[in-house]
C-alpha cells in the first residue's frame, strides 16, 4: 500500500493505544468465555455438505480486495458495504462486521470528475485516521493485496507500518490491544464460524497481469501445498466451507487488447503492428496509452516497450496458471466437501455477453458499469453480480431460498452506471497511468530472491 504521512500513522497509533486501555480486559473475557472454533477442531468433518442446515449465523469472511469491498483503487467506508459478502448476508439477513474505512479511504479513493474521453479523474483530499471504530472485532477478515501465503502467515505489525497498514488496521484492531496478534486464518479458527466464504488466491495471479510479468505468477506447487493447508486448518465438524474460483485476469479493463487499440485508433492492426510492436492477442497496460498516441505522431519513437505489452504468449501463461489454481480449488472443494463457486465462468460470460441492467447491457470495458474506476475492482452492480453467484450456490446445495440481489436496483443507484449511456470508444477511455501505479504499488509482490 502507498505510504501514509507520519502525523497520519501517528494519530491511528495513538488511537490504538487507547483502544488499548479500554478493551483489555472487557475483549480478554468475552474471548475467554466465547467457544473457540479452534476447540471444535475435528478432521474428520462431515465430507457431504447436503446432511447438515446452512448456517450463517456466525459468517466469516477470508480473502483479498475482492472480499473486502475495495474498488475505486480504495477500502472507504461508504463503499465496503456494497462488496458481495455484505450484500449477500443482507440478504440472508444475519451479521458480517466490516472494518470500515474512514473518508478519504486508504488509499485515498478515485472520484470521476467526467466520463469524457478521456475521463477525468482525481483522489479525494485529506488522510483517513483509519478505522471508523477500532473497537469492533470484525469478520470481514479479508486484506486487500493478501495472496494466499499471506491469508495463512501474514499478521498485523506494532506499531503501525505504512507496508502493511490495511493488514495491520484490519487484523489488528482491536486484538493488538491485549496481545492477540493473528492471521486471517489464525482469526476465522478463532472466531467461532458457523460459516466460512473463502475467496483467495485472486492475488497470486493478479500481480503478474497488471505487471505484465508472469515471473510474478505463484508457483503451482506452492500454491497446491498452501491451499491444502488453508482448507485443513478451517476445516471443523459443523462448519461449512464456501470456496470461490479465480477469474481469469486477463480480462480486465485495466488490460486492453491489441484488436480494441486497432479498433479505437480507426486503423487496422496491420498497420499499427510495426509501428507499435503489438500482434494479435497481446494486451497493453495503462502505461503505453500516451506511449501509442506518441509513436503514432512520430513513428521514429521505435515500438513500445516491452513492460507495457502483457503478450499472447504471456497471456495464455498466466491464463493456464489461473485453470491450474482453479483445479486445485475444485479438488480441494470436493475433498473437503467444501460448496464451489465458479465465478471464472461468471466473469467469462460477462465477457462475451456482458449483464443486463434496466434494459441496458453493462460489460467488462472501461467505464462499462461492471468495473470500477481502477478497471480491477468491481462496481456496486458488478459486486451485486457476484453477491448473486453466491446466494445462486448456496441456494442450489442447501435450499438456502436467500433472495437475490436486484441486479435492476443497485444499477439505479450505481454512480458508475450511465443509464442509456454507452461512452464512446475512444482510445483514450482507459485506466490512467497514475491509477496503474497506484494499483501495482498496492497488489504487484515481487517474488523472494
Known amino acids: 500500500m502507498p505510504a501514509l504521512p507520519p502525523k497520519a500513522l501517528s494519530r491511528i497509533w495513538a488511537r490504538r493505544q487507547l483502544v488499548r486501555f479500554v478493551l483489555a480486559a472487557t475483549f480478554s473475557a468475552a474471548v475467554a468465555t466465547t467457544p473457540s472454533h479452534a476447540q471444535d477442531r475435528d478432521r474428520s468433518r462431515d465430507n457431504d455438505s447436503h446432511h447438515h442446515k446452512l448456517d450463517l449465523s456466525r459468517l466469516i469472511v477470508v480473502g483479498d480486495s475482492l472480499s473486502a469491498g475495495f474498488q475505486n483503487d480504495s477500502l472507504l467506508d461508504t463503499q465496503q458495504p456494497h462488496g458481495y459478502a455484505s450484500l449477500v448476508a443482507a440478504q440472508a439477513n444475519v451479521p458480517l462486521l466490516l472494518p470500515l474505512i474512514a473518508p478519504p479511504g486508504i488509499p485515498n479513493v478515485l472520484e470521476l470528475v467526467s466520463p469524457g474521453p478521456p475521463p477525468i479523474l482525481t483522489r479525494a483530499p485529506g488522510t483517513s485516521p483509519g478505522r471508523d471504530d477500532p473497537t469492533i472485532q470484525v469478520t470481514d477478515l479479508a486484506v486487500p493485496g493478501a495472496n494466499l501465503s499471506d491469508v495463512l502467515n501474514t499478521r498485523p505489525s506494532l506499531p503501525v507500518t ?13 486484538g493488538v490491544a491485549f496481545g492477540e496478534i493473528r492471521s486471517q486464518v489464525e482469526w476465522a479458527r478463532a472466531l467461532n464460524a458457523t460459516t466460512i466464504f473463502i475467496w483467495v488466491g485472486n492475488e497470486d495471479a493478479l500481480g503478474a497481469a497488471l505487471a505484465a510479468d508472469p515471473a510474478l505468477l505463484t508457483p503451482i506447487p506452492k500454491f497446491r501445498a498452501d491451499y491444502a493447508e488453508l482448507i485443513s486448518r478451517l476445516s471443523a465438524r459443523g462448519v461449512t466451507l464456501i470456496v470461490a474460483n479465480i477469474p481469469d485476469v486477463t480480462i480486465i479493463p ?6 480494441d487499440v486497432a ?3 480507426g486503423l487496422p492492426l496491420f498497420v499499427i503492428e510495426p509501428i507499435l510492436g503489438i500482434s494479435s492477442g497481446d494486451f497493453v497496460t495503462p502505461d503505453a496509452i500516451p506511449l501509442i498516441l506518441a509513436r503514432l505522431a512520430n513513428p521514429s519513437l521505435g515500438p513500445l516497450p516491452a513492460n507495457v505489452i502483457l503478450t499472447a504468449a504471456n497471456a495464455t501463461t498466466i491464463r493456464a496458471f489461473v485453470d491450474a489454481y482453479n483445479a486445485i480449488i475444485a479438488n480441494q472443494a470436493r475433498e473437503a466437501g467444501a460448496t464451489l463457486v465458479d465465478i471464472h465462468q461468471v466473469a467469462n460470460r460477462i465477457r462475451r455477453r456482458g449483464t443486463a441492467a434496466n434494459g441496458q447491457i453493462l460489460t467488462n470495458e472501461f467505464l ?5 474506476l481502477d478497471g480491477v475492482h468491481p462496481t456496486n452492480t458488478g459486486y451485486g453480480v457476484i453477491a448473486n453467484a453466491f446466494i445462486g450456490a448456496l441456494n442450489a446445495e442447501f435450499e438456502a431460498d436467500i433472495p437475490y440481489v436486484s ?20 482510445i483514450q477511455r482507459h485506466v490512467d497511468p497514475g491509477t496503474a501505479k497506484s494499483l501495482r504499488d498496492s497488489f504487484v509482490a515481487h517474488p523472494a530472491p
Request: hydrophobic share 35%.
Open 162 to 174: 505504512p507496508s502493511n497498514i490495511l493488514t495491520d488496521l484490519i487484523l489488528g484492531e482491536p
Open 407 to 426: 441486479i435492476d436496483q443497485l444499477a439505479k443507484t450505481d454512480p458508475l452506471v450511465f443509464p442509456g449511456i454507452e461512452p464512446p470508444d475512444s
Open 254 to 259: 485495466y488490460l486492453t487488447p491489441s484488436e
Open 263 to 265: 479498433e479505437e485508433l
Open 368 to 372: 462499462g458499469g461492471i468495473f470500477s
